[in-house]
């Protein structure tokens, strides 16, 4: 549904070759890729690939699979967002989508913790230097 919802928000604009006007409204406002997430999401809920009754390697095959083509649509998503950046609507878009998308609490979460580890790592580093002198 939000994948047929997604590819109807574009309308006859639909095009992975040109930018044909940035689409903000639908899907669009929760998330930049909302067709590429369904469609990723789905193959994952369909298949569920790690379960297996035939044995943790084809569950392990099964999964890399998947995976693999998740990786792929991951790299569509960026390299069409580096394209996109030209366009100073888009980053107005990708800049406010930092802040107020769907996966903007999970982002600040990432953050934090990132920020969190680096702080405990040059503590770490500067309280070993500071102990060898």
């Known amino acids: 549904a939000v994948y047929s919802w997604a590819t109807i928000s574009f309308g006859i604009r639909f095009s992975n070759l040109t930018n044909r006007g940035i689409i903000t409204n639908g899907p669009y406002r929760y998330t930049k890729h909302p067709a590429y997430i369904a469609k990723n999401l789905s193959w994952w809920m ?5 379960v ?9 095959r099964c999964t890399t699979c ?9 790299n569509r998503a960026m390299t069409e967002e580096r394209h996109l950046m ?15 998308g769907m996966f903007a609490p999970v982002q600040r979460v990432a953050s934090a913790l990132w920020r969190r580890i680096q702080a405990r790592t040059k503590a ?3 309280a070993e230097t500071e102990q060898s002198i």
């Open 46 to 50: 369909e298949s569920v690939p790690f």
């Open 52 to 60: 297996s009754n035939q044995g943790p390697w084809v569950a392990l």
């Open 66 to 74: 998947i995976a693999m083509g998740s990786f792929v649509y991951y």
């Open 86 to 100: 030209a366009d100073p609507e888009y980053a107005a878009y990708a800049e406010y989508m930092k802040t107020h």
């Open 124 to 126: 770490k580093e500067t």
